[in-house]
């Protein structure tokens, strides 16, 4: 069974920057897409970014291109999204997801195992 726990949300200015981190267990297949999204109120959970950990390759909503970046510290079995030049419209739950290798990274419908959430509040 895959554990999920995000941390690292908070409440910014616009214009700065913050460190999300997603702790993994419970491992047991070699290759898994491993994705953060997002919820705002009223609204769908949408990909923020994934990442393969097959091949590596990772993939970026438009909207946060060049301003977020996802990464993974196997060692500590930590998935990141660190988001910098936040802007208000990025306020928003931010979930961590893991499902299998071969799945379409943005679509939530085929992650299996998710997050509790961690909350992100950027002021204007």
């Known amino acids: 069974q895959v554990q999920l726990v995000e941390s690292g949300g908070g409440s910014v200015q616009a214009g700065g920057s913050l460190r999300l981190s997603c702790a993994a267990s419970g491992y047991s297949y070699s290759s898994y897409c491993l994705g953060w999204f997002r919820q705002a109120p009223g609204k769908e959970r949408e990909g923020v970014a994934a990442?393969?950990?097959?091949?590596?390759?990772?993939y970026y909503a438009d909207s946060v291109k060049g301003r977020f970046t996802i990464s993974q510290d196997n060692a500590k079995n930590t998935l990141y999204l660190v988001m910098n030049s936040l802007k208000p419209e990025d306020t928003a739950m931010y979930y961590c997801?893991?499902?299998?290798?071969?799945?379409?990274?943005?679509?939530?419908?085929?992650?299996?195992?998710w997050g509790q959430g961690t909350q992100v509040t950027v002021s204007s």
């Open positions: 997801a893991a499902g299998g290798g071969y799945i379409h990274w943005v679509d939530p419908r085929q992650y299996t195992y």
């Open positions: 990442l393969y950990t097959g091949s590596r390759r990772t």
